[in-house]
Each structure stands twice: as structure tokens, then as C-alpha cells.
């Protein structure tokens, strides 16, 4: 590395170290008690109630009782939330489904766990005779019409309108065949956003998909019956907004995610990350009003988004002339679980203006790695893209045409997408908590990603030492920034 490219890396360790050296032994000591006051059984008691109102899409009702749930908890907490109205957009509702075999006979108990994909229409109950062709554009209408279709793929939007106009009368898609995943459990795909679906579409697992492509090789007739109850319709999510006020009108962001994006119940994702957020602001508020921490220098603004990016990008909007008050943001994005791995990850390590929030994050991961109450191994890794915290770095203010401020955004999560996936890791970015090898990072996953089964059951119940873990880290973390 040439001396030109070294100066500038010289001066993000600086602001990195600088980091510490202006944080006081009571500072350090309050960090301590952050982690403390941490409570597993709350956190695990908000996912249970979040994941009770439904799936929470932005502008439904489910979504609107989670930003009035969100606002309720802020308040018991000593804050004065704000809801912010987002533009308007199409919201689905999914009240009621049914889906069976009614023939042959051994497949009548076959089908669990499904689910009916976004902007699915309204069908009263309805029989029809399942088809299976391997490529659906080859499917001839006088073979379609009528029947029900069992594909491999969503089908794009242009291959959905081919097959209503072939005459399929519903679509059944299969889930992918992935290790460890979705064998019994549907992951959930969407239709084409529109209010004016003609036919629905019901996610299947795998195991499903599999028997009914087994029985009809075996020339067996397979009819089924199915009904959708839903809407789809125009409407404004809700974002929900508290601010723990510092001496300075510059602050922190803490945000995460109030849908579940997927449409389904989604416990990790991201009830785990807006259980957190709300976790996050009530210790810090409670430490202050206790006189264990002081006012912060810094203010901190605590967001639950009503709808993933679609409401953080309103939120650039609407604060485009004071995007430089933004000292840092701080996004839970799934801290509810993990396939393979106990491992707090922090994103991203390629952004250059991340580097002193992740110096900091990265020495807080290593100093509590392994103790009792934390995570087991922690890292930072490179930008996967796909959540909140990226609306707040430069290609997307651009796009946004807004002022291209340098904030730092960071993601905190301990599962993302729905398979083990290696990334190459950024040089100079080897964390000493890591126990994978030096070069690659493993980004660990959910079982459940975006799926029928994403429930508190399957997911934060079984691993509840994650959504702490996050907590006490973005406490600690705080408590060194904004003081």
C-alpha cells in the first residue's frame, strides 16, 4: 500500500482510538450497568405481542395497531413519541385462507404451514385439478384452463399475466430445497404489487411441493380446494419516533424495521429488531432518570420504521436540510436468531465513513466475547445491502437527490437471508472475537427467513441470548457515543 492511500487510514484509527480516550472510567462503569439492566423477558415478551397483532404491514390495520403498541411503550418509558404518516401505498391485508387436497385420499392431511403471497386476491372457495409442468411458458392453454399450476419459481410479472390468460385459476409455489431450511415451513413470495391480481398464489414448503410432484408422475389425479379472504388497497404506514434529548441537537439514530416485511408473522424479522430498539430506549431513559448516567452531550432518536426503506426513505425527505445533525445510525435488522453460529455481526466494513463506529463496535464485541450473558463469537463484515441502515449512505442520498452527507449507518443482526453465506472479508477488518477463518466471514442465517413459521416458537424463544446480546452491545456502544 502506497503512502497516499495510507493517510487517510492513519486518520480513521485516530478518530477510532479517540473513541476511548475521551471516554471516562464512569462512562465505562455506566456501559457495565447498561448491560445489567438489560431484560431477556421483556424482550421476549414484545416479540410475543408484536407477532399477535399479525403481520404489521405498513398501512394495515396490524400495521397501524404496531406503531400504536410502539407509541405505548415509548410513553411507559418516559418518552413523547411521534407518529409520522409516510406517503400513501398499497397495503395487502390477509384476514383468512384455505388450502387442502381433496384427492387422492393419502395426501387429505398434506398441506400445513402454508401461505398466500402479497396481493393475492379475494376467491370464495373454490375446486380445481393441479397441474405440474417443469417450464411454465411451455404450458398450452387448453392444457391450463381451469386447473390450479404447482411452480418452482415466482413467476414474474409477465409470466403471471400469461398464465391467467392461459386460464390457470391458482398457483401454487414451491419453496427452495435449502439445508436446513423451509422443509416443512413455506418460504413467502409475492405477487406481482397490484390491487388488481386476478388469481391467487399459496406458498408451499418443499416437502409439500415434493409429494404433490410425486403423485401426479404417478398419473394420480390431485384436486384441490382453496379461498382467499384479503385486501389490497392504498393507505399511509405509520413510523413511530421517541428522542432521548442531549445538550446538542446533533444525535444518534437507533432504528429497526416495524413490518414484517415478508407478509408473514415475522418474529426475527423484525420483531426481534423493533423489540430491541424499544429494549434500548427504555434502560437509557431509565439510567438517566436514576441519575446513573447524565444527560447525554448527544441526543438519540429512537425509530421504529412503518415500512422497511419505503418509510426511511420519506424520512430523508422530509429531513434532507438537516441530514448533517446525524452523528451515526445504529439499525436491528433479525437479532433473534441463527442457524449455525453465536455471532453478534456488524455492518458494513467497506464503508469508509463507518470505520471509527465499527472500530467501536468491533472492540466492544471482542471485550465481552465469551462472557456469561453475551454473544460467543462477534465481527464486522461488508455490505450485503437489503435493509434500513443503507438509505443513509451516499448512493442512496443521491438517489434520493438530497445533500450527500457523510453519515456513518451500521447494521447489527446475528442472522441474515436463509443460507450460510461466505464473504470475503474487507482486508484490515479481521475481528479478534472471530473463530472463523481470517479472510472469510460467515454471515449465519434464519431457518425461517421470510417464512410461514417465523414465530416466536421457532425463532427468539429457542435463542433469546441474541436479541440481549444486540442490546447490551448498541447500549454499551451508546453510552461511549453520545455521552
Known amino acids: 500500500m502506497n503512502a497516499r492511500l495510507k493517510k487517510p487510514r492513519v486518520l480513521f484509527l485516530f478518530l477510532s482510538i479517540s473513541l476511548f480516550a475521551d471516554t471516562s472510567p464512569a462512562q465505562v462503569r455506566a456501559g457495565v450497568d447498561v448491560g445489567?439492566?438489560?431484560?431477556?423477558?421483556?424482550?421476549?415478551?414484545?416479540?410475543?405481542?408484536?407477532?399477535?397483532?399479525?403481520?404489521?404491514?405498513?398501512?394495515?390495520?396490524s400495521g397501524d395497531k404496531c406503531a400504536a403498541y410502539v407509541a405505548r411503550r415509548f410513553k411507559e418509558a418516559g418518552y413523547k413519541p411521534a407518529i409520522i404518516k409516510d406517503p400513501q401505498r398499497l397495503a395487502f391485508t390477509l384476514k383468512s385462507w384455505n388450502l387442502k387436497v381433496l384427492e387422492p385420499h393419502s395426501l387429505k392431511h398434506l398441506i400445513r404451514n402454508e401461505w398466500v403471497g402479497a396481493y393475492s386476491p379475494t376467491v370464495r372457495d373454490t375446486s380445481a385439478h393441479l397441474i405440474y409442468v417443469k417450464d411454465p411458458e411451455k404450458l398450452v392453454p387448453g392444457v391450463a384452463r381451469g386447473n390450479a399450476l404447482l411452480i418452482d419459481n415466482p413467476?414474474?410479472?409477465?409470466?403471471?399475466?400469461?398464465?391467467?390468460?392461459?386460464?390457470?385459476?391458482?398457483?401454487?409455489?414451491?419453496?427452495?430445497?435449502?439445508?436446513?431450511a423451509y422443509s416443512d415451513w413455506a418460504m413467502i413470495s409475492d405477487l406481482p404489487t397490484s390491487a388488481k391480481n386476478p388469481i391467487p398464489m399459496f406458498n408451499l414448503s418443499s416437502g409439500n411441493a415434493k409429494a404433490l410432484?410425486?403423485?401426479?408422475?404417478?398419473?394420480?389425479?390431485?384436486?384441490?380446494?382453496?379461498?382467499?379472504?384479503?385486501?389490497?388497497?392504498?393507505?399511509?404506514p405509520k413510523t413511530v419516533t421517541a428522542t432521548l434529548e442531549g445538550e446538542s441537537s446533533k444525535y444518534y439514530l437507533v432504528c429497526g424495521h416495524g413490518d414484517s416485511d415478508s407478509g408473514g408473522p415475522g418474529a426475527d424479522d423484525n420483531a426481534s429488531g423493533v423489540s430491541g430498539v424499544l429494549e434500548t430506549a427504555r434502560v437509557l431513559k431509565a439510567l438517566v432518570a436514576a441519575h446513573?448516567?447524565?444527560k447525554p452531550k448527544f441526543s438519540i432518536r429512537?425509530?421504529?420504521?412503518?415500512?422497511?426503506?419505503?418509510s426511511t426513505e420519506n424520512y430523508v425527505r422530509l429531513n434532507k436540510d438537516s441530514l448533517k445533525n446525524?452523528?451515526?445510525?445504529?439499525?436491528?435488522?433479525?437479532?433473534?436468531?441463527?442457524?449455525?453460529?453465536?455471532?453478534?455481526?456488524?455492518?458494513?466494513?467497506?464503508?469508509?465513513?463507518?470505520?471509527?463506529?465499527?472500530?467501536?463496535?468491533d472492540s466492544i464485541g471482542v471485550a465481552h466475547a465469551g462472557k456469561r450473558g453475551y454473544w460467543e463469537e462477534s465481527t464486522t463484515n461488508p455490505s450485503q445491502g437489503g435493509t434500513d441502515s443503507y438509505v443513509f449512505l451516499s448512493e442512496s442520498l443521491r438517489r434520493l437527490r438530497v445533500p450527500d452527507v457523510k453519515i456513518p449507518s451500521v447494521t447489527i443482526y446475528t442472522g441474515a437471508w436463509n443460507e450460510l453465506k461466505p464473504l470475503p472479508q474487507t482486508p484490515g477488518w479481521n475481528s479478534k472475537a472471530w473463530k472463523g477463518p481470517r479472510d472469510t466471514v460467515y454471515v449465519d442465517f434464519s431457518a425461517y427467513y421470510h417464512s410461514s413459521l417465523d414465530i416466536p416458537d421457532r425463532t427468539t424463544e429457542k435463542e433469546p441470548f441474541n436479541m440481549t446480546g444486540a442490546v447490551k452491545a448498541l447500549s454499551i456502544a451508546l453510552t461511549r457515543l453520545a455521552w
Not at 169 to 177: D, F, G, I, T, V
Not at 341 to 352: A, T
Request: glycine letters at 8%; hydrophobic letters at 40%.
Open 292 to 294: 446513573k448516567l447524565p
Open 302 to 310: 429512537f425509530i421504529v420504521w412503518g415500512t422497511e426503506i419505503f
Open 36 to 61: 445489567s439492566h438489560v431484560s431477556t423477558s421483556r424482550l421476549l415478551q414484545q416479540v410475543r405481542e408484536l407477532v399477535a397483532l399479525g403481520n404489521r404491514g405498513g398501512g394495515t390495520q
Open 155 to 180: 413467476p414474474a410479472p409477465r409470466e403471471y399475466s400469461d398464465l391467467v390468460k392461459k386460464g390457470i385459476r391458482c398457483l401454487l409455489l414451491a419453496s427452495p430445497e435449502l439445508e436446513g
Open 326 to 361: 446525524i452523528l451515526g445510525v445504529l439499525n436491528f435488522d433479525e437479532i433473534g436468531t441463527g442457524a449455525t453460529r453465536n455471532c453478534l455481526y456488524f455492518e458494513s466494513n467497506d464503508v469508509k465513513q463507518n470505520e471509527p463506529l465499527l472500530r467501536l463496535l
Open 213 to 236: 410432484r410425486e403423485a401426479l408422475a404417478d398419473s394420480e389425479d390431485v384436486n384441490i380446494q382453496f379461498a382467499v379472504s384479503a385486501e389490497t388497497d392504498s393507505a399511509r
